[in-house]
């Protein structure tokens, strides 16, 4: 008898928290962000490996695929590709970027004020 009792004492705490972190687990909302292709190019504008025009087609297609889906990209991604049509020349493009991030993150309007005045490179 008493060995039932401390079966149930254990079991009744035990199954609870499956149950309360199985429903965590089943948590189905979409992400906040869509990240599609960012990283990648994030990482080859760091390492050199691929061409400015190669990661900007990159990343326009990547764009055209989170807007598809009615997403936003993430924080940084129209900044990385203004950044990319700075580098090849194309300062009215790379400022509509750096506008749309501002405008999508305002929390990162003095870096992108920053980059819009930055005195180009010879």
């Known amino acids: 008898m008493q060995r039932i009792k401390i079966k149930r004492v254990i079991c009744l705490p035990v199954t609870a928290a499956a149950v309360f972190l199985g429903g965590c687990a089943a948590n189905t909302s979409p992400p906040l962000y869509q990240w599609n292709g960012y990283q990648p190019a994030v990482y080859d504008y760091l390492k050199g490996g691929k061409a400015p025009q190669e990661q900007i087609d990159a990343l326009d297609k990547a764009l055209q695929e989170i807007r598809g889906k009615g997403r936003t990209p993430p924080p940084g991604f ?6 990319l049509y700075a580098s090849v020349g194309n300062d009215t493009q790379a400022m509509q970027e750096f506008e749309a ?8 309007s003095i870096y ?6 930055k005195p180009k490179q010879p």
């Open 78 to 83: 129209h900044a990385q590709l203004g950044m």
């Open 101 to 108: 991030e501002k405008a999508l993150f305002p929390e990162s």
């Open 112 to 117: 992108m004020d920053f980059l819009m005045k």
